[in-house]
């Protein structure tokens, strides 16, 4: 017993035996089962976690409860935080698509508009003038607009300079558009190409149909301006010129008939701009600047090769179609032969004078 008590008294006490109850050794047989009944009771789990059963976890501080109160509050208040940045992505995602449902919707409004309108086959023609009067227009107050910003001599111009200023804008801008429309119908598509089956003479489509009806909505406005301000913005050549084009256009837009001659001979319109350049630079003070020369030789090669060549190849390509040509009505029959003929003749009293100015200009500078 002495030695039982010296082995007790030397084991480590531990600090909480005040709190521990005693050895299930020392006590009854029946003592011993209840407490270990209880004790396999206790380990269940503990609101802070498992306990094991050998010790009990000591009791939280008021510092540790207060940290692991801010803890809480912090992941809850990130949490809080998180949802609500979520919550603010997915509206800001569902506006979003709202946005480009809209969008979208637009777009098929825009595409039905086109096609059931302004590209329906029956009023492609006189919609598209419509469009050729309003660009045209519009050409002519962004000419006006860029000019009196970024030319200083716009403002010193008398108003029927700037009426003709304005004008020549607009007359270049439907030069390039029509000039690019006809090279790529001509040689970019196979619109008009040999290996197709059936006449040349009657192919056609919604685009060509459309290109030519705004270039009949230019010739329309662009003649208006012509007699109205007679013979400020050009003589009778210009009035028989833009009446020839005018008819002949209008007339392969609304049947359907000779649209390959018609972009043959609009190609020549790729001299436009290089003579109201030159009309600009006489009219700005340039005329000794070698901008003014460098254009005029521009200008002498476009028409020979526009306005000279191409129209002997358009003779000859009907020559070679004639055939075909017969097939058209009576009056496109002779627009085909008229008109090409009335203009190659107008060309070349025009290439002479340019030929007799570039001679002329070539003589000063050397």
């Given at each position: 017993m002495v030695v039982a008590n010296d082995v007790a008294t030397t084991q480590k006490k531990s600090p909480f035996s005040d709190f521990l109850p005693p050895p299930a050794s020392l006590l009854p047989s029946s003592c011993s089962s209840s407490t270990a009944t209880k004790s396999k009771q206790s380990k269940k789990p503990h609101r802070g976690g498992e306990w094991n059963g050998a010790e009990p976890s000591p009791r939280p501080t008021r510092v540790a409860a207060a940290t692991g109160e801010q803890v809480w509050r912090g992941r809850r208040g990130r949490g809080r935080e998180s949802r609500s940045r979520s919550g603010s992505n997915r509206r800001a995602f569902l506006v979003s698509k709202e946005r480009r449902m809209a969008m979208t919707g637009y777009k098929y409004q825009a595409q039905e508009l086109m096609r059931d309108y302004l590209l329906a086959d029956p009023l492609v023609p006189y919609s598209s003038v419509l469009v050729g009067i309003v660009l045209c227009k519009m050409a002519y107050d962004l000419t006006r607009v860029l000019s009196s910003f970024y030319f200083k001599g716009y403002s010193s111009l008398t108003k029927i300079q700037r009426v003709e200023w304005n004008n020549r804008g607009m007359s270049s801008a439907h030069a390039i558009f029509i000039t690019a429309i006809s090279l790529y119908l001509v040689m970019s598509t196979d619109l008009f190409s040999d290996r197709l089956k059936g006449p040349i003479t009657f192919r056609s489509s919604v685009i060509s149909t459309f290109a030519l009806g705004v270039s009949v909505g230019y010739f329309i406005a662009d003649l208006a301006m012509i007699f109205w301000l007679y013979p400020s913005l050009g003589g009778m050549e210009y009035i028989v010129h833009h009446t020839l084009s005018l008819v002949a256009i209008a007339y392969t837009m609304l049947s359907g008939e000779g649209q390959f001659?018609?972009?043959?001979?609009?190609?020549?319109?790729?001299?436009?701009?290089?003579?109201?350049?030159?009309?600009?630079?006489?009219?700005?003070?340039?005329?000794?600047?070698?901008?003014?020369?460098?254009?005029?030789?521009?200008?002498?090669?476009?028409?020979?090769?526009?306005?000279?060549?191409?129209?002997?190849?358009?003779?000859?390509h009907i020559y070679l179609?004639?055939?075909?040509?017969?097939?058209?009505?009576?009056?496109?029959?002779?627009?085909?032969?008229?008109?090409?003929?009335?203009?190659?003749?107008?060309?070349?009293?025009?290439?002479m004078k340019i030929l007799k100015g570039v001679k002329k200009t070539l003589g000063k500078w050397s």
């Open positions: 001659y018609t972009y043959m001979v609009l190609i020549s319109e790729t001299t436009t701009p290089e003579i109201n350049l030159r009309w600009f630079l006489d009219t700005a003070g340039l005329k000794k600047s070698s901008a003014y020369l460098v254009n005029g030789i521009l200008m002498f090669v476009a028409w020979l090769v526009a306005r000279i060549l191409l129209f002997v190849y358009v003779f000859y179609h004639y055939g075909q040509v017969m097939q058209m009505h009576a009056f496109g029959y002779y627009l085909t032969f008229i008109v090409p003929s009335v203009l190659f003749v107008m060309n070349t009293m025009w290439f």
